[in-house]
């Protein structure tokens, strides 16, 4: 049974102080990891994906890597704006096996 | 570019009764995949359709079931309802390429069940 983990559960910013969101996972022939953001009452929205270890990606403030056991995003000087739950999400045959997300607050 | 569509955007029904969902995909995309989200929890996986069949499903109930028309659009419906079945209720599109496509959801349908 693929198993992913998030943590912390939530994380309290100041703006502009940099943190990062942790993703582990267990599964059995991984396709791609993938996250995504989450507005409260909104479907996800998609950032980004990883096919293999060392790849690493960038949008903006937010940066994501991958091992062969875990991936991080980044949150480089947050705003107000990037507070959200952050889900992290495995692809092993066709379906996205979700953790439970970081919810991320930024304060101003 | 359209972006993936659900209706309705809310619905209340009672235990017992039977709900349909709908959803049409972004333009381009033709594999539906269905997640329920209860609160504070991450999507789990309903099933997924490709080419008007089920593909792959989760660990949800025959009272689950799903249809995928020729235009790609896809449909969830629910029988028996239970109060668990409360949730937000997500579809999410792709384009076909195999195992480890990216999926893009749309906004959900809020199912409360009294």
């Known amino acids: 049974e693929d198993q992913v983990t998030q943590s912390p559960e939530a994380l309290r910013l100041q703006e502009g102080e940099s943190s990062s969101l942790n993703c582990s996972y267990t599964?059995?022939?991984?396709?791609?990891l993938f996250w995504y953001r989450q507005d409260p009452g909104k479907g996800p929205e998609f950032l980004f994906t990883?096919?293999?270890a060392g790849e690493e990606k960038e949008k903006e403030r937010l940066k994501a890597t991958l091992t062969k056991k875990e991936s991080f995003l980044h949150i480089t000087a947050p705003k107000p704006e990037d507070s959200a739950t952050y889900l992290c999400?495995?692809?092993?045959?066709?379906?996205?096996?979700f953790g439970a997300g970081t919810t991320v607050t930024v304060r101003a | 570019d359209a972006g993936v569509t659900q209706s309705p955007t809310h619905l209340i029904k009672t235990r017992g009764q039977q709900v349909t969902l709908r959803c049409s995909p972004k333009?381009?995309?033709?594999?539906v995949s269905w997640y329920q989200q209860a609160l504070g929890q991450g999507p789990q996986f309903i099933f997924q359709?490709?080419?008007?069949?089920?593909?792959q499903r989760g660990n949800f109930p025959d009272r689950f079931s799903g249809h995928q028309f020729p235009n790609y659009s896809s449909e969830l419906n629910v029988n028996a309802l239970l109060l668990g079945d409360s949730a937000l209720y997500l579809c999410?599109?792709?384009?076909?390429?195999?195992?480890?496509?990216?999926?893009?959801f749309g906004p959900g349908t809020r199912l409360t069940v009294l």
């Open positions: 990883l096919y293999s």
């Open positions: 999410a599109s792709s384009l076909d390429g195999g195992a480890g496509d990216t999926q893009y």
């Open positions: 359709y490709y080419e008007e069949e089920e593909r």
């Open positions: 999400a495995v692809s092993t045959r066709y379906k996205l096996s």
């Open positions: 599964v059995s022939g991984l396709r791609g």
């Open positions: 333009s381009g995309h033709d594999t």
